[in-house]
């Protein structure tokens, strides 16, 4: 092994572990290989094919083995290797990779030991894209941008949120997977280069001929967790009735979520709560005195240029805000109870912001709706569709997954991180491999896919997915006080829908605001209501607002009925908006009656096109929030 001093005082070295020592420290990668990867990343060295060699096993598949005489050796720093990536790509972009990018299709086809011959080009690209959820990886280059120690300012970007996936070449792809792994292997994004490589190095000293292999799930520990995830590549697990069972035993998987839950609460929240205060006292506190001008401080663009309301004027400093109505979150209520300042949020907020909270709370509150475990088409209030929290119920979700399988029930899901918007990494797939490892990209939820969507007949285009925006006020949590804006707000796909296509976004989401925005489709309520009515005239707007308005009563209540953490917090200073996004679907049974889906809820939303459309929008929200005045804006009192 070469002495340290050769090399740590060498600039190229002190160069590159100053740029890469995040990667390197997050990946494991030992220090004593740090300087021989450097030269090899350089000069793209891939020397594997001078230690290491491909044979067939009796199932005639490739396997790695060890073809140096002298073997490996985990102490000698010439031991770690690069592995090159054959494909690296967004699964929204796969597919016309495949048709466009000359001999990829056929590559891919061989890699994964999939028969080419009488295929049409389509039917390979199905296969491949079916095959393809054993075989590759993902990163995202916000996550890597977060681990190099340069420390560089990192943008919100959709493209660093969305997850790039990768296959590697053809030797890194016949590693086998095993529990006990003789080596690791983990990527590293190459700044200088800006090109993304696999790094292996060994994990024991190997003997020539012994196998290659590394761990598909490292830091996955759970051994039932475990086993639902190494699925892509042991299938055979679906054939055993014993390890079946164990999906549904809630013993177990209550006590292993209730923990997972109370460690997730506790890295996420972090909020400082105040002191339990009567909050019906508070709710007329801004309304006693009816000459008070309310000084308010904000960062939001709209209420700057908007709120006029007389009543309220506004601040350039925090400290002297009577209300504080920000885009941040806040964290310490304590302090601003003792300040007494209003402001535009609610303690644990995050149980009705985060997907997989929104999901668990409904799912709890209004027991006299829920529905029993064994009935597949709900999982809580007819309103929430069936919906798990992939890290934290992934057993549950596959039992369900297979008892809708069996029953020939459509299976067709969509996953989607818990704390993003936009549809950003969101998928539809009926594909279980798929699901399974899009739960290694971030924090998701799965929800059932609403394959029976009330349309709205486009024209020009046809029949599209629609979903629409409430925006719901709440003054008080306890007793809960709330309104909804009578004035609502649409989005339209921009492709005829039809259970196929799944990756084509423009038929699936509604969001075309920052994808497609050139077909973007506006349009006011009482011009939908009246297309709406008579495109359905057997249902009445009126009729379905109010099974919306009922479902909104229903989230609301489900979020203030439980003790912490899964609740809304009461706290006098406390008024908030949230924009509600909902589906109208069929009901399940068959019959002609729509049943309204909650989707989720946005803190602070974007009222860009509210303020445009209406200028008076903010002194609505602030007279109604904090002087009890709806001031002639139509709105309807839920609770």
């Known amino acids: 092994m070469a002495d340290a001093g050769d090399y740590t005082t060498n600039g190229d070295y002190v160069h590159f572990v100053t740029i890469h020592k995040g990667q390197l420290t997050v990946a494991g990668i030992p220090e004593h290989f740090w300087n021989t990867l450097r030269g090899k990343l350089k000069n793209e060295i891939y020397d594997a094919g001078s230690y290491f060699t491909l044979a067939q096993d009796e199932d005639e ?319 809580g209030p007819e309103w929430l569709p069936v919906t798990f929290n992939l890290n934290l119920e992934l057993p549950l979700f596959l039992d369900h997954y297979l008892k809708r399988k069996n029953k020939g029930l459509d299976n067709h899901w969509i996953c989607k991180p818990w704390n993003l918007a936009r549809a950003i990494d969101s998928h539809v797939t009926a594909n279980l491999n798929y699901i399974l490892r899009l739960r290694e990209t971030g924090p998701k939820v799965v929800c059932k896919y609403i394959e029976k969507p009330v349309l709205f007949d486009r024209e020009g285009i046809g029949l599209v997915k629609f979903d629409v925006r409430y925006l719901v006020l709440i003054s008080s949590a306890k007793p809960l006080v709330l309104h909804a804006d009578k004035v609502f707000w649409l989005r339209f796909a921009n492709q005829p829908f039809s259970l196929d296509s799944f990756d084509v976004y423009s038929k699936h989401f509604t969001v075309m605001n920052y994808t497609d925005s050139e077909n973007l489709k506006t349009m006011h309520p009482h011009e939908f209501i009246t297309l709406f009515e008579r ?28 003790s912490a953490p899964k609740t809304l917090i009461p706290f006098s200073q406390s008024r908030a908006f949230y924009a509600v996004d909902l589906m109208l679907k069929w009901a399940d049974d068959g019959s002609d009656d729509i049943i309204p889906q909650v989707l989720e809820l946005n803190y602070c939303p974007d009222c860009e096109r509210a303020c445009r459309y209406h200028p008076n929008f903010f002194n609505f929200i602030f007279s109604l929030l904090f002087l009890g005045d709806a001031n002639g804006w139509p709105v309807e009192r839920l609770a």
């Open 61 to 379: 598949c490739l396997r790695v083995y060890v073809g140096s005489e002298e073997g490996i050796k985990t102490s000698d720093p010439n031991c770690v290797f690069l592995i090159d990536h054959a494909w690296t790509y967004e699964v929204n972009y796969a597919r016309i990779q495949l048709r466009t990018i000359p001999g990829l299709a056929d590559r891919m086809a061989s890699l994964m030991g999939i028969a080419k011959e009488d295929l049409g080009q389509e039917e390979l690209i199905e296969k491949i894209f079916d095959k393809m959820w054993s075989f590759n990886q993902s990163y995202r280059l916000k996550m890597v941008a977060q681990d190099n120690a340069s420390g560089g300012n990192s943008s919100n970007s959709d493209v660093e949120h969305s997850p790039l996936w990768y296959i590697m070449d053809e030797f890194g792809s016949c590693i086998r997977h095993s529990d006990d792994p003789s080596f690791a292997v983990a990527l590293l994004f190459y700044v200088p280069l800006g090109v993304s490589f696999s790094i292996m190095w060994p994990l024991r000293d190997m003997e020539y001929g012994e196998e290659v292999t590394r761990d598909y799930l490292r830091g996955v520990e759970d051994p039932l967790t475990r086993d639902c995830c190494l699925l892509p590549w042991f299938p055979d697990k679906l054939t055993d009735r014993e390890w079946i069972k164990q999906l549904s035993d809630e013993t177990t998987l209550d006590s292993t979520r209730n923990q997972l839950w109370q460690i997730h609460m506790q890295e996420w929240q972090g909020e400082r709560y105040p002191i339990a205060d009567t909050s019906d006292q508070a709710i007329t506190s801004l309304t006693n005195d009816s000459e008070k001008i309310y000084h308010v401080f904000t960062d939001v663009e709209q209420v700057r240029d908007f709120l006029t309301h007389p009543r309220f004027a506004l601040v350039d400093n925090e400290r002297d805000g009577d209300i504080l109505w920000l885009r941040g979150h806040f964290k310490d209520f304590r302090s601003l109870q003792e300040s007494g300042k209003f402001i535009n949020q609610f303690p644990n907020e995050s149980c009705l912001t985060c997907k997989d909270h929104l999901a668990a709370v409904c799912q709890n509150g209004g027991s006299a709706e829920n529905s029993k475990e064994e009935d597949l088409l709900r999982r």
């Open 535 to 562: 495109q359905y005239p057997s249902h009445k707007w009126p009729d379905v607002e109010a099974k919306i308005f009922k479902m909104l009563r229903g989230v609301f209540e489900a979020a203030t009925s439980e």
